[in-house]
């Protein structure tokens, strides 16, 4: 008897999205192979749903439903629109990569002013002529979203900060969105070299016009022995677009890392982080803070996988929930056999402005060594109404009092950003969300 896979309505079309595009994508021979051994891992996977335990609380197959076609070549109209986006954003004095609808635009990116011990290169570049097939190959990681950004990558960023250099100013890469109903795919790479000091900043804006979109974004960032590294993402795509990230990082020994993420925009968003303790030594504080209103869904889910001996990981995550937003905070710290003496802590607190407002939280600790410290926490909660009372008594408003608790309340997350002028950067955007909310 012959068996044959039916596919459903959804697979077909997406079945039908990468042959129609697959002559566009960058990279031949190897390279090819690697993006159809890709899409049939996601074909076989479907698109995630609630029955997997890490998208219990985000079912892409109800709350996305379909892939939308390859957002086009961006055109001149689309790159004037991207502009005007880009000079929305607050200024940052740094270098800066531009990649609008999935491709790489060098007339909006600033490469002048590129330290020394910096190489930058396009995805498209490394992968011409069938070259570096390894980068559309996702490792160990699995995942259908993952799979899916792998066979249809158009462009991304790939960076190389040298052994021994220290930064000044940071890196920043904006993802500019100008299309409605389509959907782009961008895979970056990050190698810090050892003993190197680096700053990333990750920024997704939408261009007036663009909406229904969908993003699906891949980062895969190294660090070197004894490296530093601040890396912040800051997502304020349209309010009815979907944004996918995956980031993962391979943490050497003595490393310092900071990463965090804030969530303002989006309907339907999901950041995911892996990061894995490769050395010993190393400290990681990862770190994020959602802000969400209208029927806005953003999942943030981290894995740290402790997985050498002497590393310390902290985890501070803040959401605030107005009107029928919905947020999901999943961290899993995973401490393996041999990595005695691991300190590790998460705290996850959501504050509901709105009895509508759901949040779901669910850290989680797996700890197969016995000489550990770690610990885990998570709470839910509306405003305090004694410290409103306090606040309107001396003058404000019920809607300035509230700003000034919210504040407060997200401030210990974004206390944890080093750099002074991206961590202002971060209490704008969080302003600016304040000042939407009336």
Known sequence: MNVVLAKSETRQAVSDVFASVRDRLPGAGKAAETRTQAFEAFE????????????????????????????????????????????ALPEVDGSRLVLVDGAFAPALSKLAGLEAGVHVQTLREALKDGRNAELLSNGTEPG????????????????????????????????????ASAASYTRSF?????????TLLESFVAADGAKSYQVNDAVSISVGDDAHLQHVRLMADSADATNITTVIFTIGAKVRLTTFNMTSGGGLSRYQGHLTFAGEGAEVNANGVNLLNGRQHADTTLFLDHAVPHCMSREVFRS????????????RIIVRPDAQKTDAKMMTRALLLSDEAEADNK????????????????????LDESLLFYLRARGLSEKEAQALLIQAFVGEAIETIASDDLREVAIATAQRWLEVRG
Not at 147 to 157: E, P, V
Not at 320 to 331: I, N, T, W, Y
Request: aromatic share 4%; proline share 4%.
């Open 190 to 198: 990050l190698k810090i070299g050892k003993a190197a000091r680096a």
């Open 44 to 87: 076989r996977a479907g698109l995630p749903h609630r029955r997997l335990e890490d998208w219990k609380y985000t079912d892409l197959r109800a709350l996305m439903r379909e892939v939308l076609p390859l957002a086009a070549v961006p055109d001149a109209n689309a790159l004037n629109r991207a502009e005007a986006a880009l000079a």
């Open 320 to 331: 605030v929930l107005d009107d029928r937003a919905h947020s999901v905070f999943q961290g």
């Open 363 to 382: 850290p989680e600790l797996e700890i197969f060594a016995d000489d550990v410290t770690c610990g885990h926490g998570a709470t839910t909660g509306a």
């Open 144 to 179: 259908a979203m993952i799979a899916l950004n792998a066979a249809m990558a158009t462009d991304g960023a790939l960076v190389t900060v040298a052994d021994g250099k220290a930064l000044t100013k940071p890196i920043h890469i904006v993802h500019v969105a100008t299309r």
